[in-house]
């Protein structure tokens, strides 16, 4: 097979996530309903119309994206990204301020909230020659994840890795099986969890990483509603970045590459021979000299090793088997 071949290979793999959240909480709008209807004036259909076109504003309203890719593993099907590419930090303090008030003297409950909503965003190749229209439709139709975080973190089909590993792990065959076939219409196929390699690498090997930095936006969808609260409005292509590995030590859960990487990286697959051998980070940052409360990026990208993605996915895959049999 060719390098072009491989390279067209991994596209099939790797997935352009958008997470959606609330700019209004929940706690926030059951506070605009009470204050709302408290008025008299408010309480006929007209007003109540008007408080639910207020409130729709607010839907899904603050987005982040990142990478991810498909991984098979057992026969179940698996999307493998960085933590905090799907942890909602947002609702996480919302979340802990109403626990504080409620309960002042309760303890700080882990970081395990991610976004309600997790899109796929279309590719270029997805909306030429054909009906935007109907393409749109059927991309709606071919699923998204939603109200992933609803519930208890105990029986969810997720995973969060500790912060420093940095991994979060989605299982798609127990309540997401319209975004499997969705994700096969579409071209995709999940790769085997044997090409995640957990050996170390050595410095000088020679990497890549394919993912969707914001140079990999090439266009917007004009959405109306309700389109735009449950897609993604941007259309992207696959950005490739090639380097090697700078630093690595058998005792850390990570290691350094000189490989330029931007904000939506994060969470792509590292690729040497083959072999996805971790997972991107993010990159360093160091305070600037003379204003040491402004930080600024240097071109390395930190990667999580490939063993501790098998290691958190066989955390998911324990787990779920524990709370619903294998």
């Not at 352009?16 to 209807?37: G, K, N, P, Y």
């Not at 409620?102 to 909230?113: I, L």
């Amino acid at each position: 097979m060719n390098i072009i071949d491989s390279l067209h290979d991994w596209k099939k793999s790797v997935i352009h996530l958008e997470c959606a959240t609330d700019s209004v909480d929940v706690f926030q709008r059951f506070d605009l309903i009470s204050q709302f209807r408290e008025s008299s004036e408010n309480h006929n259909i007209e007003g109540e119309r008007r408080l639910s076109d207020e409130l729709e504003q607010f839907r899904n309203n603050i987005r982040s994206q990142g990478t991810a890719f498909y991984i098979e593993h057992n026969n179940k099907h698996y999307i493998i990204t960085a933590r905090h590419v799907l942890f909602d930090e947002r609702q996480y303090l919302a979340n802990e301020r109403e626990q504080q008030n409620s309960f002042p003297d309760s303890s700080p409950r882990e970081k395990t909230c991610v976004f309600k909503e997790i899109y796929r965003v279309p590719s270029l190749s997805e909306l030429s020659n054909c009906n935007a229209h109907d393409r749109i439709n059927e991309i709606i139709h071919s699923g998204f994840l939603s109200l992933v975080s609803s519930g208890a973190y105990e029986l969810s089909t997720y995973i969060l890795s500790q912060e420093e590993l940095d991994i979060g792990i989605i299982q798609l065959d127990r309540y997401y099986p319209n975004v499997i076939q969705g994700l096969k219409k579409f071209g995709f196929i999940p790769l085997p969890s044997s090409v995640i390699s957990e050996e170390d690498f050595g410095e000088g090997h020679d990497v890549f990483t394919v993912g969707f930095p914001g140079s990999s936006i090439v266009g917007q969808l004009d959405l109306c509603n309700p389109y735009r609260q449950w897609m993604s409005s941007a259309v992207s292509e696959h950005v490739y970045t090639w380097g090697r590995v700078a630093m690595n030590h058998n005792d850390l859960p990570s290691f350094w590459c000189d490989m330029t990487i931007y904000p939506g990286n994060s969470g792509g697959p590292v690729i040497h021979d083959g072999k996805i051998i971790g997972l991107v980070s993010g990159q360093p940052t160091i305070p600037i000299e003379g204003s040491p409360e402004l930080r600024t990026r240097i071109p390395f990208a930190h990667i999580i090793k490939g063993r501790h993605i098998m290691n958190t996915l066989r955390a998911l895959e324990e787990k779920i088997a524990n709370n619903y049999g294998s």
